[in-house]
């Protein structure tokens, strides 16, 4: 029996890969859109399993047979995986030397809090706890504006009482606050409220299909970057830096310009899809790699994988540059996006 089941990967997909596979053993004539009836499966599903025999190396392109595809015995595939395996640690221990030295020089030139030396200064908040307390801590010290980019899920509704509060009092001595949310987020009820209720103290809310980063923008000298995007519970760095500050901004900006107000009529969608679907599809054409969508939406890869098989399979279509040409054809999606998605 071929072992295929791995984490992450849907059993249903793995059976039928299984399937797929046993088949191309008895008959080299085989093809995708053959097989499919013959097992049951859809051409989206097959196409899937298909991908998941060619990650393991158990299917090889050969455009001379009939599938596209030579097979390959599972000790071959095992000794070429362990082979990539080797080059990908070993490339990994380059990139950490690398790394290693790109840090080294970054703390040379932009030192920690309470060196003397370098413009720039950088502190460390090892927790959201200490995250938190220094954005409350600073509140008090804001001059002109506070920029705030917030991608991922939804904050604690128990905080969100203290982060109105918290507006309120900056808003009343003339600071400007704008920000940015995901699209996706203002389905959430109390996060909706408390939106409404910021830009109706003074605040400008804007939302956008898709955040890169987690930042906070004090005046003109001040950025709050996460430690890991991927983690913001590790903590965040504190950089005092006008030049960095001024890079953000211009990557906020680039984002604040194609955002539409809290306020503002969604624009109409797809008729067979949901509006966390057409965001799934607007992230892919933008580039955005499977776990920063997952990460946007506050939902797993596994749920997210099953949520674009879901989306093909109700546009009729076999790939996910397929969907998003569709989206486009609807007038949801920008050429540039897709070319962007392309390639």
């Known amino acids: 029996m071929i072992p295929l089941r791995s984490e992450g990967h849907d059993e249903e997909i793995d059976n039928l890969a299984r399937l797929l596979y046993l088949t191309a053993a008895r008959r080299a004539d085989w093809d995708a859109a053959t097989v499919g009836p013959e097992v049951g499966a859809e051409p989206a599903q097959v196409e899937r399993a298909v991908t998941r025999l060619t990650e393991l190396g158990l299917l090889v392109p050969q455009p001379a047979s009939p599938s596209g595809y030579g097979l390959a015995r599972p000790e071959e595939a095992l000794s070429r995986l362990l082979a990539v395996e080797e080059r990908i640690l070993e490339e990994s221990r380059h990139r950490l030397t690398v790394t290693r030295g790109q840090v080294n020089a970054l703390m040379h030139s932009f030192p920690l809090k309470g060196h003397p030396d370098g413009e720039a200064q950088i502190e460390l908040l090892l927790s959201g706890a200490e995250v938190n307390a220094f954005i409350e801590g600073r509140a008090g010290g804001i001059n002109r504006r506070q920029l705030a980019m917030h991608p991922g899920g939804a904050p604690p509704q128990e905080l969100v009482d203290e982060m109105m509060l918290r507006d309120i009092e900056v808003i009343s001595r003339g600071v400007q606050i704008r920000a940015l949310y995901p699209q996706h987020i203002t389905s959430i009820g109390y ?97 955005a790699k499977d776990d920063a969508i997952a990460r946007q939406l506050s939902i797993s890869p596994r749920t997210l994988s099953r949520i674009i098989s879901t989306v093909l399979d109700r546009l009729g279509v076999q790939s996910r540059f397929q969907a998003a040409v569709q989206l486009t054809k609807a007038g949801l999606l920008a050429d540039t996006e897709v070319g962007a998605y392309r390639g």
């Open 191 to 287: 996060v909706r409220e408390y939106l409404t209720e910021s830009v109706h103290q003074g605040a400008d809310v804007r939302l956008a299909a898709y955040l890169p980063l987690r930042m906070i923008l004090v005046d003109e000298n001040l950025a709050i970057l996460p430690i890991d995007p991927k983690d913001t519970s590790r903590g965040a760095f504190a950089i005092h830096s006008t030049e960095v500050a001024r890079s953000l901004e211009a990557v906020f900006d680039f984002h604040w310009h194609d955002a539409r107000k809290l306020d503002e009529t969604a624009p109409a969608g797809h008729p067979l899809l949901t509006g966390q679907e057409q965001a799934i599809i607007r992230m892919l054409a933008m580039g």
